[in-house]
């Protein structure tokens, strides 16, 4: 296969490509990140194979640092984000944190929300709110186009056997469903939105979910979890992102 620049706006295609594909073909020292090109990016996605689940977490955060710095959505962004759904089934993604009974799927899925929620359609809206005069960013577009792909990816795990994990993929899923092509699946999703706000003790969590029925016509209980506060900074302010989990 030819190593050219992967086509992050490829949104027809049902299936996610593999890991391995996406880690081979695309062309990462073209691709923008926080830092530069994205030369090192191929380097700190292998890590996350790695047994050492310390050297898992650090490359997480690395990755972050990369191509969601300050809540930011970057041409490397699409891609790696695809390579973390990607492993999300890969024997290292069941490895331990230390000191927790938690596989490192859950960090990865968390991840994954984080990432999905800044591209989410509230934090689109918010940002034409404070910059009309903008042009949409096809960075941002292309990115959301990969949302039908990577609900394919998030789905499997939406009732896994580690609380952790289910939590984590039923946010992503909340907000891979604003897709108009997804939208089929938000019914069923409703079921799992009132489980997260029956048993969830994570705030933001319990936001992402209660907003989710609110705007699908379901009748949410009780207020609003975690009212936000007026935004002083705009959207992109520093500090730890709405949907990322207490590593």
Known sequence: MNHRRFNAGASHEPDLPS??????????????????SGEDLPAVLARLLEPDPKVQVTALSELGELVNHQNSIYEATAPAVMFVAGILTHPAAMTLRPYRDIP??????????????????EI?????????????????????????MLYRAVVPFLQDSHENVSEVAVIA???????????EHRDHLAVHARRI????????NRRVAW?????????PPGPEPLPEKPWVEGPHSDGRGDLEPPF
Do not use: M
Not at 31 to 36: N, S, V
Not at 129 to 138: G, I, K, R
Not at 173 to 183: D, K, Q, R, S
Not at 211 to 219: N, P, Q, S, V
């Open 124 to 148: 689109v809206a918010r940002n034409e709110e404070y910059w009309p005069d903008f042009a949409p960013d096809t960075t941002v577009a292309a990115f959301r186009e990969l949302r039908p």
């Open 173 to 183: 899923a909340l907000i891979l469903v604003e897709h108009p092509a997804l939208a």
């Open 104 to 121: 490192i799927r859950a960090a990865l899925l968390g991840w994954l929300a984080s990432a999905l929620q800044d591209a989410s359609d």
């Open 197 to 204: 706000l029956d048993t969830s003790s994570y705030e933001p």
């Open 19 to 36: 890991y391995q594909a996406v880690l081979a073909e695309t062309d990462w020292d073209s691709l923008e990140t926080a830092f530069g």
């Open 211 to 219: 907003k989710a029925l609110k705007t699908w016509g379901h009748h």
